[in-house]
């Protein structure tokens, strides 16, 4: 997937902005707070449908504007399309590809995909389990959409379940009503578990490598699924566990008002040489042990859609020491990138590579020498 060209209109701080990037690796570098984020925004509201910023879309219009749009030409698999996106003030969202309406998100991930790295994706690692289950989520998502629809149906019913314990009517036959809601849990939980137990086994299998080559050799990353359920291998064994597991908790749920077991309770273990990256990593391993994560999740898209997604880093250098910013640079060339930085020093680092370089300042971008001028 690459795009040829894109065009931004009352977006963030941008009232207009053009850019034919490379089809290898674009950089963005400038002070803070001048809008370099905001062009990887862009591209991942116009791919996804969604900012990896805000829920909130008329947080991104531009002050005094009444809407935004974002238009593109992309190429993917031999074919180009036109996408087109727009945003106005107390209207639905409409988003076109080649001219015929995208009426759902997942109908619009099925066009293509981005990965995106953002320095709040440290909290993976550093933060509770819910966002370690949540980048697992949205990674076995990108690949498997069976999965996106049950996880999105698994929650739906366990909000159900769980607001039914808070407000619970003791003249109903709870048990009767509790045990309904399980085995739908339980046939759509048994997906869930058993597609994190591969998705884990093909992540361990895949970065072995990248991270080896990334850290220098220095370190080794390993990740382990935390479950009760994680050693089973058939759906239905799995489902029958769940079910088990969800009654035999009911009495437990009834007394602290929400559902204590299943897929929503469990968590990633991230090791590297064998210790505890939350407990023992600095931020420079976190930082890259998150990249390689990342380009992992891209070589396994590749493999599964026998297509790249774009990838979009966002303040990725800093905190990682030289050798470390080569060997992510030698990981990403040949992937169409969009990466942002404030150090201009740093900029230095792809002078041998395919790559477009821009200063933004001051609401434009300027291609500066550097790099080879490919899609200008």
Known sequence: MKIKEINIKNFRNYPYLSIKPNENINIFYGKNAAGKTNILEGISMLISGKSFRTNKDKEILKFGEEFFQIDA?????????????????????????????????????????????????????????SLRRK????????????????????????????????????RLNEKFLFEAYNIQLASLGAYLVLGRI????????????????ISDGDEKLDFSYISPLRDFEDIKDIEKELIRGLNSALEKDLFVKYSTYGPQRDDLEILANGRDL????????????ILSMKIAEISLIKKKKSSAPILLLDDVFSELDPLRRKRLIENIDGIQSFISMAEKKNVEEFKNILANIYLVK???????????????
């Open 198 to 213: 591969k998705f884990i086994r093909d992540l361990n299998k895949e970065i072995k490598d990248i991270h080896f080559n």
């Open 362 to 376: 001051d609401s434009n971008i300027k291609k500066v020498n550097g790099g080879n001028d490919v899609g200008k």
């Open 135 to 170: 980048y697992i989520d949205t990674a076995i998502s990108n690949l498997d959409l069976i999965y996106r629809y049950n996880l999105s149906k698994y929650n739906k019913i366990l909000k159900e379940k769980n607001d039914l314990l808070k407000t619970r009517n003791k």
């Open 73 to 129: 030409l992309i190429e993917n698999g031999g074919l180009e399309k036109d996408y087109f996106l727009e945003y106005s003030q107390n209207k639905k969202k409409k988003i076109t590809v080649n001219l015929s309406n995208i009426n759902s998100l997942k109908d619009l991930r099925r066009q293509g995909q981005i990965v995106t790295f953002i320095p709040e994706d440290l909290e993976i690692i550093k933060g509770g389990p």
């Open 278 to 289: 939350k407990i023992y990593g600095s931020q420079g391993q976190k930082r890259s042990a």
